[in-house]
C-alpha cells in the first residue's frame, strides 16, 4: 500500500477533494490531505484564487511543504505527492526535490520540469491527468507532453470536456465520468507501487 500527501485545489479542501483521499483510504492507502486554507473553501476558482493571493502563494505552498516535513519527506519516507490544480505546483515541486519520493499524481495541471530541475527524477513514476478543453490544463499540456515524453514511468491521460476540477465531486465542474475513469486510473497507479 502507497502513503500519499494529496494537496487540494485553489477553491480549499473540499467535501469532493476528501471523498477522493476517503476512496484511495478504501483501498487501504493512507492519505494524508492537510487544509492548506486553514478551513476555508471557495464558491469559486476565482474567490479562491483571491485568498491565496493575499495569504501569499508562497506562504500557503510553505505550509504544503511543511505537511511534507512533518511525515518525513526526504528521508526515504516513500510519499507519493499528489495535487490537484493549484496542489501539484507543491506535489510537483516535492516529487522532483524530494529524495524518497514513491510516485506524482498530477491532476488539473503541470508544470515545466524545468521549474524544478533539469530533469524529471529517474525511478519516480507519475501520471497526469486533465480535460482537453480546460483553458487552465490548456496552457499546461505543452509541458505534460514533455514530460509524458522524456520518461518511462510517465503517463498522460486527457479527456474529453473542458471542466477544471472535474474529479471534485462537490463542484458543479464534477464530470462523474471522467472522475471515475480518473479513479481507476490512479487506483491502478497506486496498486503498482
Do not use: N
Amino acid at each position: 500500500m502507497a502513503e500519499v500527501l494529496l494537496f487540494h485545489h485553489i477553491q480549499g479542501l473540499t467535501e469532493g477533494v476528501r471523498v477522493f483521499a476517503d476512496q484511495l483510504r478504501q483501498d487501504g492507502h493512507t492519505v494524508h490531505a492537510p487544509d492548506l486554507f486553514e478551513g476555508r473553501t471557495f464558491a469559486s476558482i476565482e474567490e479562491g484564487f483571491a485568498f491565496a493571493r493575499d495569504t501569499g502563494f508562497d506562504v500557503v505552498r510553505q505550509r504544503g511543504a511543511a505537511a511534507a516535513d512533518e511525515l518525513g519527506a526526504g528521508s526515504g519516507s516513500g510519499l507519493v505527492y499528489a495535487g490537484f490544480s493549484f496542489g501539484v505546483t507543491i506535489a510537483q515541486r516535492l516529487a522532483q526535490t524530494e529524495p524518497g519520493a514513491r510516485g506524482a499524481l498530477l491532476m488539473c495541471s503541470c508544470l515545466p520540469v524545468s521549474e524544478f530541475g533539469q530533469v524529471w527524477p529517474e525511478g519516480v513514476p507519475v501520471q497526469i491527468h486533465g480535460k482537453e478543453g480546460d483553458e487552465f490544463f490548456d496552457e499546461d499540456l505543452p509541458a505534460a507532453r514533455e514530460l509524458a515524453a522524456s520518461t518511462p514511468a510517465a503517463e498522460l491521460f486527457v479527456y474529453p470536456g473542458e471542466e477544471h476540477l472535474f474529479a471534485d465531486s462537490s463542484l458543479a465542474a464534477h464530470d462523474p465520468e471522467a472522475a471515475a475513469l480518473m479513479g481507476e486510473r490512479v487506483r491502478a497507479f497506486l496498486a503498482a507501487l
